[in-house]
């Protein structure tokens, strides 16, 4: 089966950098993804890696090491809004099966 | 449309009621999934269609839960006989499959079930 481990909360001030890991284990691996998702709302997608290295999209980059099972998302600048929940998330399989982490609970304070 | 749409935002209903959610995806996307996430959590993968076939349906309890696409139709989630447990939040995606982005799905609103 899939699973994926990822911190349940980070603090963060505003400006600053912040990096969440993902750590996963799978069958059948495609790629990485990551989705934000506010309180209250729905999860959007922020990127996806299907091959080693680092994607850079404006504030945010996104990580991926296939060797070590391993991904993290970059957030630089920090902005208020940025406070949210970050979902990794692994596509895998034949079915497009994309199986989420428990969501890292990001806050930034001033 | 250009997003996912999910009616209705709420729903309530007493244990051992009915439960009918639906989804509208993005015109054009051939995939359709659903998801439950509870208390804010990870998202529990349901099932997924492939236009108006069952593609994946490893996550169904099916024994209560059943979901169909139809030509024509906004896609539907159905639960019989509602149980506390079944609380959640129940999220709607659609996808076009890979494309040169890579693989993205884009997600509806979700429908706020609560069994009371």
């Known amino acids: 089966g899939q699973s994926l481990e990822q911190p349940s909360e980070v603090t963060a001030v505003e400006g600053a950098i912040v990096q969440i890991n993902c750590t996963y284990q799978t069958s059948g691996f495609y790629g990485l993804s990551w989705y934000q998702q506010h309180d209250g709302g729905a999860p959007t997608f922020l990127s996806y890696n299907a091959l080693d290295g680092l994607e850079e999209t404006g504030r945010f980059s996104s990580f991926l090491s296939r060797s070590d099972s391993y991904g993290y998302l970059l957030l630089q600048e920090l902005q208020m809004k940025d406070s949210a929940s970050y979902f990794c998330a692994v596509l895998s399989g034949g079915y497009q099966k994309v199986t989420f982490g428990i969501g890292t609970k990001l806050q930034v304070i001033p | 449309g250009e997003e996912v749409a999910q009616t209705p935002k709420h729903l309530v209903r007493g244990e051992g009621q009915k439960a009918k959610l639906y989804c509208a995806p993005i015109k054009g996307h051939s995939y359709v999934f659903w998801y439950q996430q509870v208390l804010k959590n990870e998202f529990k993968f349901l099932i997924s269609?492939?236009?108006?076939?069952?593609?994946?349906e490893t996550g169904m309890p099916k024994e209560r839960f059943s979901a169909k696409c139809l030509p024509n139709s906004p896609c539907s989630l159905e639960i019989q006989a509602t149980k506390l447990e079944d609380s959640a939040v129940y999220f709607c995606?659609?996808?076009?499959?890979?494309?040169?982005?890579?693989?993205?799905?884009?997600f509806g609103p979700g429908t706020r079930l609560t069994v009371t």
């Open positions: 995606a659609s996808s076009p499959g890979w494309g040169e982005s890579g693989y993205e799905q884009y």
């Open positions: 269609f492939q236009n108006e076939n069952v593609f994946d």
